[in-house]
């Protein structure tokens, strides 16, 4: 089965629409393909995150108590006198409800969530060891090359050595929908992974955050997006953001 293949059948499967021998296929499938069982990975977070009570619109508990009142006005005819004015507030509810869904349908996976992907991937690759790397060498002119055919992009790749920043090797990874590349770097035995992808829009600026006690630091430059990832020391951490915006 080919990863695209795949990739068009999961959502059905991860909501059990498939018969069985596709949904073994796809099983075997995702034991052996490290790109696709991210890709079945990210859509199992996000099922969950669209699950979470938060992204429900609570109405205000009163609400459905001032439509029947409002109604039963009508009925009795005293709606003459009030007028439509009472269907104000239950039409802004209403467009709210609207609005806000529509808003949670469209929203493209916000920086938060992709914050959340960066940790997670950050995670699972210090959790299994021997997939943390898949090209080890502290050689550019190795590792850049060995993104080509798996990207339809190419990093940036540099070694930092002499800074303090050592480059140990590459990784594909899948993160915001899409494969990117990983680099490893690392300083004072502390691993940091660096993710890069291509962004859409111009440079920005680099934004510091805290994720699940890990220092993040997410910046676009030239045309790609960075996310800097450790439980190094911010300060540290800022050092190599510094390297690897130098042109
Ligand atoms: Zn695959």
Redesign the pocket.
């Known amino acids: 089965m080919k990863?695209q293949e795949?990739q068009s059948q999961l959502h059905a499967y991860r909501d059990g629409e498939l018969d069985l021998t596709s949904s073994l296929e796809i099983e075997s499938?995702l034991n052996e393909?490290k790109?696709?069982f991210q890709v079945n990975d990210n859509l199992k977070t996000l099922q969950k995150a669209l699950r979470s009570d938060a992204l429900r619109f609570q109405p205000n508990p009163d609400l459905e108590a001032r439509i029947r009142s409002a109604l039963r006005r009508e009925a009795r005819g005293a709606g003459t006198r009030v007028g439509w004015r009472w269907l104000i507030p239950v039409l802004s509810a209403a467009v709210l409800v609207i609005v806000f869904g529509g808003y949670l349908l469209t929203r493209s996976p916000g920086d938060d969530l992709i914050a959340r992907e960066v940790v997670s991937g950050h995670v699972r690759s210090l959790m299994t060891p021997g997939h943390t790397i898949d090209v080890v060498s502290e050689d550019p002119h190795t590792v850049k090359p060995w993104f080509d055919g798996k990207l339809d992009f190419s990093p940036p790749v540099r070694d930092f050595t002499a800074q303090g920043f050592a480059l140990i090797g590459g990784r594909l990874d899948y993160i915001a929908n899409r494969p990117v590349a990983a680099l490893i770097y690392e300083r004072r035995k502390h691993p940091i992974n660096v993710f890069i992808w291509p962004a859409a829009g111009g440079d920005t600026k680099a934004v510091a955050q805290v994720q699940q006690g890990y220092n993040v630091i997410h910046w676009t430059k030239s045309g790609m997006t960075f996310w800097a990832i450790s439980d190094l020391n911010l300060a540290e951490l800022q050092q190599l953001e510094g390297e690897l915006e130098k042109p």
């Open positions: 990863c795949l499938h393909c790109v696709c």
